[in-house]
């Protein structure tokens, strides 16, 4: 299996910047999209970015501007900048991996905290 290691997660105030990383175990480019999700206390999980193999994004409207999803094919790793941080991101961060040639598998970090407040 391909493992996901997520870090980089901690206590951050509002307007502050925090960078995740998430490592996998064996090299993944071109054949996984990659994700971060988020699940915040009282609430179902939620897809924050994604970003293919070849590098086209997209976002969750709740952090466009904000947040930058890239993955770098060398390291094996896909980070996720983010900028400008409200209480609202506050959740615990999870990496996850789709693979898109066949056999289709899925693979999820075991997840990251991010708590945003004064």
């Known amino acids: 299996q391909v493992q996901l290691v997520e870090s980089g997660g901690g206590l951050v105030q509002p307007g502050g910047s925090l960078r995740l990383s998430c490592a996998a175990s064996?090299?993944?480019?071109?054949?996984?999209?990659m994700g971060w999700y988020r699940q915040a206390p009282g609430k179902q999980r939620e897809l924050v970015a994604i970003v293919t193999g070849d590098g086209s994004t997209n976002y969750a409207d709740s952090v466009k501007g904000r947040f930058t999803i890239s993955r770098d094919n060398a390291k094996n790793t896909v980070d996720l900048q983010m900028n400008s941080l409200k209480p609202e991101d506050t959740a615990v961060y999870y990496c996850n991996g789709r693979r898109v040639v066949s056999p289709p598998s899925e693979y999820w970090g075991q997840g990251t905290q991010v708590t945003v407040s004064s």
């Open positions: 064996r090299s993944i480019s071109g054949l996984y999209v």
